[in-house]
């Protein structure tokens, strides 16, 4: 069964605003180091979405989001058709958010029906904030020089999935959920050889989602687990799996945060609920 | 320079393998001596009897063997910051749990599955009985040795713990030449090979990855280390080298290597490590 949604328009919206400070507080917040860009696409359904994030300054948007980030280089960021669905960093390009990928993740959750506890909207802009984030964390561990003893790939997880918990349990919950749905609604039967990439399979990473959003606040995941969405052997090591994030963040990348700066970021209103609408 | 490896981590990471893989390599190789001075207090050893009596050759073996002791003495040169004691133990399952602020333990019930996944001589991609037993069970003591110091030290770790101790178990092993990267990785491969069993749904929810995953993950680190040429006979046997992953193995080793000089080696005692390091603990036929 097919749902008619607008995802594009709910991306937009929804990370714009979540990423938008709120006018009555709003003061120039701009991290220097982040060159943004938005290339032109060839494709038309790419067009859309050039457009649509353009217009928005999702990128732009970012940068003030991340302006607490104390950078020593550049890291450019930029919106491109890259021939594959994908989204990347890489040391000399930077941050690439492919069109292809955000074509694909809103077709793929406009056609499904999520079940209990999960919401398309809420996957839509999960998923781009979580693949966003993910990309973020892997330019973090290299610009900083972060050591990384697991797999850089679930470590970037863990970076998406902590940042959207700073910011109070209805986003909280929303992109945790949203981005666990995403893996859920992705998954693909495994052969042997798919052991072999570096990112975990879809259903690890739903569940790494869900097991740190638990971790993290447990009152507000405790129907993911008392709904087996998270099987209780997993969710009992949940609050040490946050806490292992927690202690990596504080040790590793608080260092080069302002502060100051970062509770203001923190303390601002970044989604509301018509957003979602 | 963040990629440049200090040669006293790889020094230092020889020689647990130098001191533990010929007493299991080889079983008839007789125990050896370890200066009475060359210890870690902080290390607290015990081979506890299983109350099931069919682990009781393991118990016997393994204490023989003085792998614990081993063990200890490569600790030395580590400074820690509390007590850790390591066991063998009967646990009434496959793992024991590694807890924060807790101590290390090996099941008899996970060497016993390693015995049994052994081949009875050799596979035939020439993993011998004593290859398949002795990088299975160095593969383990690492492992669970990994996380007690990431846990001691404090070390920041990202990505699922579970993962980063296997990484940092490989690591280890591959810092001591080629033939006993070799033995050990080769063994450790064995064994999840043959563990491997078919996950789907909830399975994937386990805080532990897939043992074909794990078997991918050590092969990566082979693939990256120094010691490439050496497995490339392997690995091309196996298919590896044709996997899009081992592509980007050589900059996985690093960014392992950058963690390991970045965080751990900064706990080592340099003078204790240099003891250590000349201690005559692995003969060459013994190897074989």
């Known amino acids: 069964m097919k749902y008619r949604v607008t995802p594009s328009a709910i991306i937009c919206a929804a990370v714009a605003l979540f990423v938008q400070p709120h006018a009555a507080t709003a003061q120039p917040l701009q991290n220097s180091k982040i060159v943004v860009n938005y290339e032109e696409p060839k494709k038309g359904d790419h067009r859309v979405l050039y457009e649509r994030y353009k217009k928005r300054e999702i990128l732009e948007q970012l940068s003030q989001f991340l302006s607490p980030l104390r950078l020593p280089k550049k890291l450019p960021m930029q919106t491109t058709e890259c021939g594959t669905v994908n989204a990347y960093y890489s040391k000399g390009k930077g941050l690439m958010l492919c069109y292809e990928y955000f074509h694909d993740l809103e077709t793929r959750i406009a056609a499904e029906q999520p079940p209990a506890g999960y919401s398309r909207e809420d996957a839509v802009v999960g998923g781009f904030l979580g693949v966003t984030f993910h990309e973020i964390g892997h330019a973090l561990f290299d610009i900083l020089d972060v050591p990384v003893y697991g797999r850089e790939e679930d470590a970037s997880d863990q970076i998406a999935g902590f940042i959207v918990q700073q910011f109070g349990p209805e986003i909280a919950r929303r992109m945790i959920s949203g981005a666990a749905y995403m893996w859920m609604a992705k998954d693909k039967k495994m052969t042997r050889t798919a052991y072999s990439d570096e990112h975990g399979s879809d259903l690890q990473r739903h569940y790494n989602f869900l097991c740190l959003g638990y971790g993290g606040q447990p009152g507000v995941f405790k129907e993911f687990v008392d709904k087996g969405a998270l099987p209780a052997d997993r969710a009992r090591n949940c609050p040490r799996e946050y806490q292992q994030v927690r202690n990596a963040f504080a040790k590793t990348i608080l260092p080069f945060v302002d502060q100051a700066m970062m509770k203001r970021v923190q303390g601002m209103q970044w989604l509301r609920a018509e957003d979602f609408r | ?288």
């Open chain 2, 1 to 288: 320079m963040r990629r440049n490896l200090d040669v006293t981590a790889a020094s230092y990471a020889l020689v647990l393998s130098l001191m533990l893989l010929p007493i299991l390599v080889n079983p008839a190789s007789a125990q050896i001596a370890i200066p009475a001075d060359l210890q870690n207090d902080q290390v607290e050893i015990s081979y506890v009897a299983p109350r099931n009596p069919a682990f009781r050759p393991l118990y016997d073996r393994y204490k023989n063997r003085q792998v614990l002791e081993q063990l200890r003495a490569f600790m030395a040169p580590l400074s820690l910051t509390r007590k850790v004691t390591v066991k063998i133990d009967q646990c009434g399952r496959m793992n024991a749990v590694f807890q924060p602020g807790g101590g290390v333990t090996i099941c008899y019930e996970y060497l016993a599955q390693i015995d049994k996944l052994a081949p009875a001589e050799k596979t035939a991609l020439g993993v011998t009985r004593e290859i398949a037993i002795a990088g299975a069970f160095i593969q383990v003591a690492l492992h669970e040795m990994s996380r007690a110091v990431f846990d001691v030290l404090k070390i920041p770790v990202w990505g699922r713990e579970a993962d980063a101790a296997d990484k940092l178990a490989g690591f280890i092993m591959l810092q001591f030449g080629p033939d006993v990267a070799l033995t050990t990785l080769r063994g450790t491969a064995h064994f999840f090979d043959a563990s491997e069993r078919t996950w789907t749904g909830s399975d994937f929810s386990d805080v532990q990855a897939p043992e074909a995953q794990r078997y991918y993950n050590y092969l990566c680190i082979a693939h990256g280390g120094p010691s490439s040429e050496a497995f490339r006979p392997f690995l091309t046997q196996i298919k590896f080298l044709e996997l899009p992953r081992a592509k980007r193995c050589t900059q996985e080793y690093a960014d392992l290597r950058w963690a390991f000089q970045k965080t751990i080696l900064p706990h080592v005692d340099q003078d204790l490590m240099e003891r250590v390091q000349k201690m005559p603990i692995l003969l060459p036929n013994e190897m074989k």
